[in-house]
């Protein structure tokens, strides 16, 4: 199970970027504007299976896993915390961590794995920060288009706009970023 621990400290998108983009001069638009960012983020992370703004997750297992975590890009590894056989919470010491671009995102003990506690679903907890950072200007853009879509298209949508981009081409901006789960 993935929780997430802390809320982003940024959107890939700033308030004033994406006023400035949308042409938007006064402030009355900006409460629907702030909601509408991090909609977009979330649906591209949900899209690309990669985390985009920067935060702090807890990651339990049942057992470690050879140290390969669900996130990805993983940025760091706080702390890796296990019941022992006995049932009593151990931290993992000497921890390395090795990031990658794309998943998978492996920590490793310098000392070997040790044994958990069976049958408990929460016997191995991992805290990490997971995001990119920098956030790639295709993200950015397909986020801005994303807001200016849903801002531009607040009540129920029955045609197609002249001019609309296409689903197709805007999703295509998050392509290089999908994860591939095998």
């Known amino acids: 199970m993935i929780t997430q621990l802390t809320l982003p400290a940024s959107e890939p998108v700033s308030l004033a970027d994406m006023?400035?983009?949308?042409?938007?001069?006064?402030t009355d638009e900006d409460a629907l504007i702030n909601i509408l960012i991090p909609a977009a983020r979330r649906r591209a992370e949900h899209l690309t299976g990669q985390?985009?703004?920067?935060?702090?997750?807890?990651?339990d297992a049942c057992k470690f896993g050879d140290g390969?975590?669900?996130?990805?890009?993983?940025?760091?590894?706080?702390?890796?915390?296990?019941?022992?056989?006995?049932?009593?919470?151990?931290?993992?010491?000497?921890?390395d961590f090795f990031p990658y671009?794309?998943?998978?995102?492996?920590?490793?003990?310098?000392?070997?794995?040790?044994?958990?506690?069976?049958g408990k679903p929460n016997a191995v907890q991992v805290i990490c920060t997971a995001g990119m950072s920098p956030v790639p200007?295709?993200?950015?853009?397909?986020?801005?288009?994303?807001?200016?879509?849903?801002?531009?298209?607040?009540?129920?949508?029955?045609?197609?706009?002249?001019?609309?981009?296409?689903?197709?081409?805007v999703d295509g901006l998050l392509d290089a970023y999908c994860v591939v789960r095998v």
């Open 51 to 59: 985390i985009i703004a920067q935060r702090t997750f807890r990651v």
């Open 68 to 95: 390969v975590l669900p996130l990805s890009p993983v940025q760091s590894v706080s702390a890796v915390q296990y019941l022992d056989i006995n049932g009593a919470l151990q931290t993992l010491l000497g921890v």
């Open 19 to 26: 006023k400035s983009y949308l042409k938007v001069d006064h």
């Open 137 to 169: 200007e295709d993200i950015v853009a397909w986020v801005m288009l994303r807001v200016s879509t849903a801002f531009e298209n607040r009540n129920a949508i029955t045609d197609l706009k002249v001019g609309e981009l296409p689903d197709s081409f």
């Open 101 to 118: 671009p794309l998943s998978p995102q492996i920590f490793a003990p310098t000392t070997g794995w040790p044994t958990v506690k069976s």
